[in-house]
């Protein structure tokens, strides 16, 4: 495999001093880049996740625009939930749309665990392709969507702020949620190990909806089938938990023996640091609606976040995902920021 020339990511996961914050941002490849807009008025969304060349250019756009440390391979969480047998369209401007989600004993007979050589080797295609592309510049990140977030869409069949219909799904029929869980995790861990398999050098696991649980809750619908993706991943490469909103439990996922943990906007670095502990590396936590203030505040701003880290065990990340209205420039700043940061 061709050799890395930009290993902070890596060596700042791994524990290592590096020269500087290593940087990127969540769903950095995305709607605010007019390159991955012209692709879209040509092609469906599920069409660029499964041609491996179209891909490949969409994943490659940030790291040559922007200039992060990091590529991250253009997919979607939901092509998991695909794999398992259940429809998955996405609306546009409105979103995710799964029209027979799951909510009985009935319904889990119509999904699997899959073989996911046979349903998913496109991703597998489409990170031989990449690295082959990046040709060692940056890493690139693999990612999955955590068993909770996925029961989320699975049960609730869209979006929504509170997820009630996968939560009542949850506390009603403890049993079955568990068993699609299981079968979830089964499948990612499975998913997880073919992308790195195919040359992905990290991978991130989304929970973007694990705040919307209780510590007890998260720790039961959630937590304990990260842990056993983390279990199967980490000795092959560093790991990453994105849970968005779980705070509470900074100190239970560090324990996972995760390498690295985001967090979002609402917890100060330095509390985040008390509950995680001192060995795992954070990642964050830019407002990503603050991407839209004037360059000199984000400038501002960021130098305020990377002081507040400490410069160590840190990679600089938004607390979520970069807004569609972001201009180019300014994420560019972001990450321009970053990299000129002394320390
Ligand atoms: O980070 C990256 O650049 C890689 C690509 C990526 C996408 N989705 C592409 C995408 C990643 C890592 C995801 C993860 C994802 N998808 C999550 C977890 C992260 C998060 O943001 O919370 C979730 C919850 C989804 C589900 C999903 N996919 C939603 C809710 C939507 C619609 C809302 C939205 O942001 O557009 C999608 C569609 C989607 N996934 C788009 C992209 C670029 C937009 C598609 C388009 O309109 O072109």
Known sequence: M???KNTLLLDTLNGLTTERTPVWMMRQAGRYLPEYMRLREKYGFFERCQTPELAAEI???PVDIVGVDAAILFSDILVVPQAMGLEVQLIESKGPLLPEPVKTI???????VPDVDETLHYVFDAIKLIKQQLNGRVPLIGFAGAPWTLLCYMVQGKGSKTFDEAKIFCYTQP???HQLLQMITDTTIAYLKGQVKAGADVVQIFDS???LLS???FETFSLQYIRQIVAALKEEVPTIIFAKGAWHSLESMAATGAHGLGIDWCIEPQMARRFAGNKVTLQGNFDPAKLLSPIPTIQQEVKQMLK??????????????ILPNVPVDHARAFVDTVKEFGG
């Open 308 to 321: 507040a880290f400490g410069g160590r065990q840190h990679i600089a990340n938004l607390g979520h995902g």
């Open 209 to 211: 909806w694990g705040g």
């Open 215 to 217: 510590k007890g809750d």
């Open 175 to 177: 049993a079955l949620a």
């Open 2 to 4: 061709n050799e890395l």
């Open 59 to 61: 994943t490659l756009q």
């Open 106 to 112: 009935a319904d889990m007979q119509r999904i699997r």
